[in-house]
């Protein structure tokens, strides 16, 4: 009888792990599945630096695999020419600025007193023949003087009337000023020499070349004393921080997920599990790329998200491929 009662007790045992095991034989609910597993590269992040202007390299300050700070000074070019040309700017700008004074400021005292006593002197000139030319009239008639005096006198205050006019409209320009319009077109052309000299100091600043970002340098692809064209390239930058891992979440999985989850990042061969953040989904769907591992999924819809890790290291490399696991990933729903 005891016997009896242990198989029965075993029987009822084994039924009940069986059970459990398979959810009731697959008649109750799975229990819902929180953690997603996807598949995917750390992003590959390069900038290619060159100088804006061409010119000669001077020097280059930084090697293959230096790790290099924002703003920091990696090559820069002869200065040379561009010095001439800021001294030729430099001289255009003075002398613009003094036609430009010039205008501005109108007549010296000593040209206006210049032009009254040339006006004065005229009008002694005018004076003088128009008395001659009053005395000798009342001698034409009669014959007491030749007709060939009397129209010498008469052209003499003529030219003498003209004259005086001319040295009064001398002074009254001086006395008027620049006109409006020399002043305007003084200016404009101080304002085109600054500008010119703008350019070529832009030119002379841009002859430094300076890390945009923290990276490290990947290619030295030119060596000084080159020649280079304005954006040849110099050197290659890789960019690491923030370091991006671009993954793919199946079209059934896609509910599941959402920017600002948390994830773990792991990659083969590297012990270390590293966080991560979930910043961005795709909006539109593609086919798996070749390089997710998932030969289920090739010819599947999926959906690219981009994870930010937050604790990367020098072991998590470019191109690296990574398994990223969504710990709180949603429940898959049932179909």
Known sequence: MNRRRLIVLVVVALLAVAGFATRGFGLLPGRPDT???????VDIREVDMGFRVGGRIAGIGVEEGARVKQGQLLATLDTATLDSRIAESDARVAQAQANYDKARNGARAQDVGQARARV???QAVYDNARRDYARRQPLVEPGAISRDIWEQTRTERDRAAAQLAEARQGLSLLQAGSRPEDLAAAAAEMRSAQATRAGVATDRSDTRLVAATAGTVVTRAREPGAIVQPGEIVLTLSIDRPMRVRAYVAETDLS???????VQVTADGNPKTYRGTIGYIAPRAEFTPKSVETENLRTDLVYQVRVIVDDPDEALRQGQPVTIRVVGARPRHAD
Not at 35 to 41: H, I, P, T, V
Not at 256 to 262: A, H, I, N, Q, T
């Open 120 to 122: 004065a002197a005229a």
């Open 35 to 41: 953690e997603l597993a996807l598949y995917g590269n």
């Open 256 to 262: 599941r997920v959402s920017p600002g989850m948390k």
